[in-house]
Structure formats: C-alpha cells, structure tokens
C-alpha cells in the first residue's frame, strides 16, 4: 500500500499534464506562432520591467515567508541573506519540479542543517510557509469573491453552476474570510492547539501572525502583477480579474500535482479570460513561466552546485584533519632511546 501511495500522485500528475495538454491545443488551434511573438513584441519594455520587479516582489515576500517561520522557532542567527538564498532556491525547484512540500523540505533540510537546526524543527517550518501560503489565499479568494462574486462566472465552463452564482460566490467568500478570523482569534487569545491525528497546529504569537497575514498576500499579489502588466493595457484589465483567475489557475496547478502545473494553468486561464485575445494571454503566460518559473529555476540550480560543492569540500577538510590527528607518532630510534 506504501508503495502504492509513493507513485499514485506521479500518476496523477502526468494524467493531469496529459488531459490539459489535449484540452489546451484544441483551445489553441490555428492561432500561429507569428500571432504570439507579435503580443510578445508589443509589450512596451517598461511593462516587462514592472512584471520583472513584481518578479522580486514576489520572491521576498516568500523568502520572508522562511524569515517568519524561523522567528517562530525563535532562531535568530541565521542572516537574512541565507534565509532569502535558500528560500529562492527551494521555491525555484519546487515550482518546477512540482511536490513542493517535499521537494522544498529537502532543500530546507540540506541548508538549515548546516547552520544547527534540528529535523524536528526543519519539518515545523516547512509546515508554517506552507500554511502561510494557504492563508495568502484563502484571504485573498475571501476578499475577491466578496468584492466580486460574479467574477466565477469566468469559470462557468469548469465548475457546477451552483458554486458560480454569485449568491453561493458571495457565501464562499465569507467563509473564507471567517477561516482567517478564526485564526487571528485563536492567535490573539492564545487558544489550545488543534490537533489532527498526528499532527499539532500551534496557533503562533500575535506578531507572527500579523507578518503572515502581509507576507503571504503580497507574495500572490507579486506573482499576479507578472501577468497583469505584460498584458495589452489599452484592452483595460482589471488587476481583480487578473488577480482572481491567477488564484484559481495556481490553486488547481497545485492540486493536480503537474510538474510546474504545466497546462493546468495555462488551460484554466485561457478560459477564464475570454475577453483578452488568446494569444495575447498565451503570451503573457509565457512571460510568467519565464520570470517566475524557468530563469529562477536557472539559477537555483547553480545555487545548489555551489552549496553541495563547498559542503564536499568542507567534509574533505575536516576528513583530512580527522586523518592527521590519528596518525600514530614515528617509533623512537636507538639514538632517541
């Protein structure tokens, strides 16, 4: 059964990659590729500027991510400029290579080990970014469909016409908006942990809490702006619409378990944006995939080169210091005797 569940998510991830692969070429059919280097090369150089600095944005929103966890453990010694590489790097392969719980965790495990923190106290952070991030959304989809519940009609197309009135959006948005309450409630009145199983959510202390409830919107709001402003400006889209089918794109990307969500975001927010021509869409995403995704995921891999070759070239020296102090003294001479 082990085995079983070790390869169904794999399984489940190329399905997903498959049936969208299928679904986004027939919603791509006979659009040319002259068609998407043209929406590519009308984007004014200030544009992808602004979608290079929201690139930013977004990675130090999800290095701080790290930085808060780490106060919540109470460790302070480690710098900012470590926390922020090794959070680049561990979100930069995680992105790509999909799993991101697990492959983020061994990053994390090979980086903070060597500055003294314990397994135990690795898999709490872990377990925080990742919740930080869920709360990024859940606040953000509260205040979205609250503000707009119409905006699910985009999604008419993929989900039962119950969840899309704007009635049942509207209800769904202050449930949402209530999970975060609850949260901040059971923070401020330091509340019993909740627990689940095996595992115990602690509710962490009030100045925790507050750095989440900032650093998690503003991630998504970073990764938002990299479409948002490499889209046509003069078709006027709202960064609201933009930014809600960003989350719901992300979110089923995430729970298909595609490598990169690689068509599951592409197909979810081809259709949810039908207004917008779709090879100017295309392009966009395009741009997204490159800056937060691919170039990222470039230079994460040259981060960990670096870091697994100093740490094999600290494990040769200390092998070799080991050696020296061992070696047994040469036997005494006649003349010494």
């Not at 498959?18 to 929406?39: A, H, N, P, Q, T």
């Amino acid at each position: 059964m082990k085995n079983v569940r070790e390869f169904i998510w794999p399984v489940i991830g190329l399905a997903a990659v498959v049936i969208s692969g299928w679904l986004l070429y027939r919603e791509l059919r006979g659009m040319s590729l002259d068609d998407v280097w043209d929406s590519l090369t009308a984007v004014p150089a200030h544009r992808y500027a602004m979608a290079g600095l929201s690139t930013l944005v977004a990675y130090a929103a999800l290095a701080w991510y790290d930085r808060i966890a780490l106060l919540h453990l109470g460790v302070r010694h480690i710098s900012w400029f470590f926390v922020s590489v090794t959070s680049f790097t561990t979100y930069a392969l995680s992105h790509n290579i999909g799993a991101s719980v697990f492959s983020g965790a061994v990053v994390r495990y090979r980086a903070y080990t060597s500055k003294g923190l314990s397994a135990a106290q690795i898999a709490v952070l872990v377990a925080l970014c990742s919740f930080t991030f869920g709360l990024g959304t859940i606040l953000l989809g509260g205040v979205v469909l609250t503000v707009n519940p119409g905006l699910l009609y985009r999604l008419e197309d993929m989900l039962p016409s119950a969840l899309t009135n704007p009635a049942t959006a509207r209800i769904i948005g202050f449930l949402l908006l209530g999970f975060v309450a609850l949260y901040v409630v059971g923070s401020v009145l330091h509340l019993p942990p909740l627990v689940i199983r095996k595992a115990k959510l602690e509710y962490p202390r009030p100045a925790i809490m507050v750095r989440q409830l900032i650093a998690a919107p503003l991630e998504l709001l970073g990764a938002a702006g990299i479409i948002y402003f490499v889209l046509p400006a003069h078709l006027e889209p709202s960064f609201l619409v933009v930014l809600a089918v960003f989350l719901a794109s992300f979110s089923a990307a995430l729970v298909s378990h595609a490598p990169g969500g690689l068509g599951v975001f592409e197909l979810v927010f081809l259709t949810a944006m039908p207004d917008i021509p779709k090879a100017d869409v295309l392009a966009a995403l395009i741009i997204f995939r490159l800056f937060y995704l691919l170039i990222p995921f470039a230079m994460s891999l040259v981060v960990v080169l670096l870091f697994e070759r100093a740490r094999l070239a600290q494990a040769w020296r200390t092998r070799g210091a080991v050696d020296t102090n061992t070696v047994p003294p040469p036997p005494l001479s006649s003349s010494d005797q």
